[in-house]
């Protein structure tokens, strides 16, 4: 008997940890901005940061696996605009390898430097710069597998920001906003399968569409309009319109079954695609949230996002994903990221991150730190414990948040 209350005590005596989750894409492993993990309903007031690199000026976001952590910048290297496609150690932040190459800074209005983040899988990182060139490298080493300038090579127009959607990796295919279509390569040549056309593209990334079936399995928010296509083909199966001031198509679709969410500087929709013909029902629309480039996140049927543009203060808002009321909007922020774990929603903007539970009925921080200095657009990423923040100079850090603990609940 005291042999068995001793086995039952132990678990209550020491730490419980979560399982740890990889973040090996843009938007996490189901695409929607969401963690496997969770974080402790108690924080210290001070979370620690572990690290922090500089890693070239850009707009990636990072990619994590295990003791990899993947993304990319751009730096003058010997009087030539070069991007870097930077690996460090999740522990350390010590450069592990690196791989360069001449690109454009183009900083165009903003700093310039990568938007796309690598994308790692199966033990290949696949990157996308902001002028076309993909690549596909060995994760372990850095070597580089295959190599295309698609831009070179199809005479595709760039947007006028140039591309910024990562890869998404669909079996053997990989899928870019490339052209106004979209473009899919052979995951392991690096040779096109398909590009319906070379005109503009929008700046998002594809999105998986399940309920879509097979002929509309993926959405890519193209440069005037959300495109839902069959991904083997390249087959446009609908197009639901959404013209914006200068073709900035660049927020990812949230998908609720077969309903869409789709959101620009235009406005927001809630659309559902007809079986039978090339458009859309539109289940709501309102002018009252716009996403410029980062989108929310869904939790409880409630959206949680920064809504506004880069050209004047923004609101955190909370958005009933039912019928497209706004249940609350907290003043204040800028044209950062919005990520969650569990039910914790985690922004981080204007170098400032910040944790609350996902409440229709109000927004009540429960912490709130000063990370970095300088512009921060880029949306953080929650890996294996440790929060990733990055600026648009360069600066990336690692910031470690508190496991469950048992007897204390996690959110």
């Known amino acids: 008997m005291t042999r068995h209350l001793n086995f039952i005590l132990i678990p209550l005596l020491f730490p419980v940890l979560p399982r740890a989750a990889d973040w090996p894409n843009w938007r996490g492993p189901d695409y929607n901005g969401i963690s496997k993990e969770s974080i402790s309903a108690v924080l210290p007031e001070v979370l620690p940061v572990k690290w922090t690199a500089r890693v070239g000026i850009g707009f990636s976001t990072v990619s994590v696996v295990g003791d990899r952590v993947l993304t990319m910048g751009n730096e003058t290297l010997s009087g030539v605009e070069t991007d870097i496609v930077c690996c460090l150690d999740a522990t350390s932040g010590k450069v592990l390898w690196e791989h360069t190459y001449p690109c454009a800074l183009d900083p165009r209005y903003y700093e310039g430097g990568p938007g796309a983040t690598p994308t790692i899988h199966d033990g290949s ?22 190599s295309r300038d698609l831009v070179k090579d199809h005479g595709i127009e760039l947007p006028e920001w140039s591309f910024s959607g990562s890869v998404f990796v669909d079996n053997d295919r990989l899928l870019l906003n490339v052209g ?18 070379t005109e503009t593209s929008g700046y998002a990334t594809v999105v998986p569409y399940p309920a879509g079936g097979p002929k509309s399995s993926h959405l890519l928010f193209s440069a005037r309009g959300l495109i839902a296509f069959d991904s ?53 629309e ?17 959206l949680y996002s920064l809504h506004g543009t880069t050209h004047k203060p923004t609101d955190l808002m909370c958005l009933d994903a039912r019928t497209g009321e706004i249940k609350w909007t907290l003043p204040g922020f800028g044209s950062g990221g919005v990520i969650a774990a569990g039910r914790t929603v985690i922004v981080f903007d204007n170098g400032t991150l910040t944790l609350f539970d ?18 921060c657009w880029t949306s953080p990423v929650l890996a294996n414990g440790r929060v990733y923040c990055r600026n648009a100079v360069g600066d990336l850090a690692s910031v470690e948040v508190l496991p469950a603990v048992a007897g204390i609940p996690s959110r």
């Not at 279509?181 to 690096?190: I, N, S, V």
């Not at 927020?251 to 695609?273: C, F, L, N």
């Open 358 to 375: 996902a409440d229709p009925s109000a927004c009540k921080p429960r912490h709130s730190q000063k990370i970095l200095e300088g512009k």
């Open 125 to 146: 990182v696949y990157t996308l710069s902001k002028k076309g060139h993909a690549i596909r490298l060995k994760l372990e080493t850095g070597r580089v597998i295959w």
């Open 180 to 197: 106004r279509g979209g473009l899919a390569l052979d995951r392991e040549t690096g040779r096109t399968l398909w590009i319906p056309s």
């Open 286 to 302: 309102q002018r009252d949230m716009k996403w410029y480039f980062n989108p929310g996140v869904l939790i409880d049927d409630h």
């Open 232 to 284: 083997a083909t390249g087959h446009a199966t609908s197009e639901h319109p959404l013209r914006t001031s200068r073709d900035v198509n660049a927020a990812d679709p949230i998908v609720i079954g077969k309903r869409i969410i789709v959101s620009s500087a235009s406005g927001t929709a809630m659309i559902e695609p007809r079986d039978d013909s090339n458009g859309a029902v539109v289940i709501w």
